[in-house]
């Protein structure tokens, strides 16, 4: 056998309960809950897996906080506030943490349905079925009703007004370019 063969028939030792969590964490950010979920068939007890997940907190190596961060990262370009909010709380986060998280997304959720609209379809619907078709893809995707209803209404037009029910064109024009609006009647 070669050498090459040799090391790579060789079994490497089991890894400690501490370096399969070290191993997930490398990997991505996990919540504490799932982080033991995925460790408690190895842990010999309860007690020694709650050992090392304090451990890991104490070294700054798990935290919630950075799990719902990434988990917003990951998840906002093509998911909305309502399905976020879920995931983070069937994580069994914080409250105060999930609410956090979904405010900051709260103020860009037209803009990312807009842009997930583009994506998936490209041009506004031609029938009333095409219409439900891309509003139930996007209320599925845990967009809001009214979101969803102002992307699919003004499918056409780029910019949004977070503020205003109808989405407007933003214009460029200067205001003495403006017609003379002509004697009121």
Do not use: C
């Not at 007690?47 to 917003?72: K, P, T, W």
């Amino acid at each position: 056998m070669s050498e090459l063969t040799e090391t790579a028939t060789r079994k490497r030792p089991p890894l400690s309960l501490k370096g399969r969590a070290l191993r997930y964490l490398a990997r991505r950010e996990h919540s504490r809950l799932e982080l033991s979920r995925k460790l408690a068939a190895h842990a010999e007890s309860r007690e020694q897996l709650g050992r090392v997940l304090d451990e890991l907190e104490a070294a700054g190596l798990l935290s919630n906080q950075r799990f719902a961060e990434s988990l917003v990262h990951r998840k906002a370009e093509r998911f909305g506030t309502a399905l976020i909010r879920h995931e983070l709380r069937s994580h069994r986060l914080d409250a105060d943490l999930v609410e956090e998280k979904v405010a900051e997304l709260g103020s860009s959720e037209t803009a990312r349905a807009h842009a997930l609209w583009l994506r998936r379809f490209g041009h506004p619907p031609e029938s009333p079925q095409e219409r439900a078709r891309q509003m139930r893809f996007l209320v599925a995707r845990g967009f809001r009703s009214d979101v969803v209803r102002r992307v699919v209404a003004g499918a056409g037009q780029p910019d949004f007004d977070e503020t205003d029910e109808v989405p407007i064109r933003h214009s460029h024009v200067e205001p003495d370019e403006l017609p003379d609006p002509g004697p009121d009647d």
